[in-house]
């Protein structure tokens, strides 16, 4: 059983800061890459960032310079750090992470997620 964990979140005025985390646990063999969605209301889930296993990450434009991924490979948590937020970012944020389990008598890899945290910018 593997359970993602979110942490941090809530309410910041424009320009604030927040920082979310992440941690996975239970029979993981490996986790490949890890990342953060975001869904507001009335819209779909989207991609904020992901980080592959070797460092890479990939941001969508409207975050890119305002936001910053990272990643514990030894502790499997990956944390979101957000910076000069914007009421456009509002939204529950969900952790993600691509991981591979050991069932006893194979592996198998397939995408997990958090229960999602609600960031709210507002003044």
């Known amino acids: 059983q593997v359970q993602l964990v979110e942490s941090g979140g809530g309410l910041v005025q424009p320009g604030g800061s927040l920082r979310l985390s992440c941690a996975a646990s239970?029979?993981?063999?490996?986790?490949?890459?890890m990342g953060w969605y975001r869904q507001a209301p009335g819209k779909q889930r989207d991609l904020v960032v992901s980080?592959?296993?070797?460092?890479?990450?990939n941001y969508v434009d409207s975050v890119k310079g305002r936001f910053t991924i990272s990643r514990d490979s030894a502790k499997n948590t990956v944390s979101l750090q957000m910076n000069s937020l914007k009421p456009e970012d509002t939204a529950v944020y969900y952790c993600?992470?691509?991981?591979?389990?050991?069932?006893?008598?194979?592996?198998?890899?397939?995408?997990?997620w958090g229960q999602g945290t609600q960031v709210t910018v507002s003044s």
């Open positions: 993600n992470a691509l991981i591979t389990v050991y069932n006893g008598r194979r592996f198998e890899q397939d995408a997990y």
């Open positions: 980080i592959t296993s070797d460092g890479s990450t």
């Open positions: 239970g029979s993981i063999f490996s986790i490949n890459r």
